[in-house]
Every structure is written in structure tokens, then in C-alpha cells.
């Protein structure tokens, strides 16, 4: 059985999300929930360059922003010289 002809434009299409998709995250992620967002954010990123996505930008972009996300986390966690993290006040 052959594959389907409109498989490989699928496939970019669905990269091409997962591009923007690690941008707005990564973007997201700067202000709120950066532990769960920025991880999210460089997998989609490396995931959609694996595809071949045409927005290579976008997914460089989002790959930085899950970075930073990951800096910004840590500075928060040990801003003050000690490592302390809580939901509460």
C-alpha cells in the first residue's frame, strides 16, 4: 500500500504549528509557569526543526524563549544567594 499523497504537506503543516506553538509558549512562559513551559518550548522547537519546519525562525525563537524561561526560573529560585521556591506567600 502506498502512502497518501498529501502526507509530506501534512507533516510541514504540523511542524509549522509546533513552531509557533514553542514561540508562544517560550513567550508565555517568561510571565507565568516557566517550569512547565520553557521544557514544553524547546521540545516543540527541536521537534518542529526535526521536521523540517519553513519557519526555522519562529522555532529558533521559541528554542531561546524555553531558555530563557529555564534562566529566569533559576534566578528567581535563587535570586536572594539561597535556593527557596513555594507557591504561597
Known amino acids: ?40 518550548a524547546i521540545v516543540m522547537a527541536l521537534v518542529a526543526l526535526a521536521r523540517s519546519t519553513e519557519r526555522r525562525g519562529r522555532a529558533f525563537l521559541g528554542l531561546a524563549l524555553g531558555v530563557a524561561d529555564l534562566v529566569v526560573l533559576a534566578f528567581l529560585v535563587t535570586g536572594n544567594g539561597t535556593v527557596s521556591w513555594g507557591f504561597g506567600g
Open 1 to 40: 500500500m502506498s502512502a497518501p499523497v498529501h502526507a509530506a504537506p501534512r507533516s510541514r503543516r504540523d511542524a509549522d504549528g509546533l513552531a509557533v506553538a514553542s514561540f508562544v509558549l517560550g513567550l508565555v512562559g517568561l510571565l507565568v509557569m516557566n517550569l512547565l513551559l520553557g521544557p514544553a
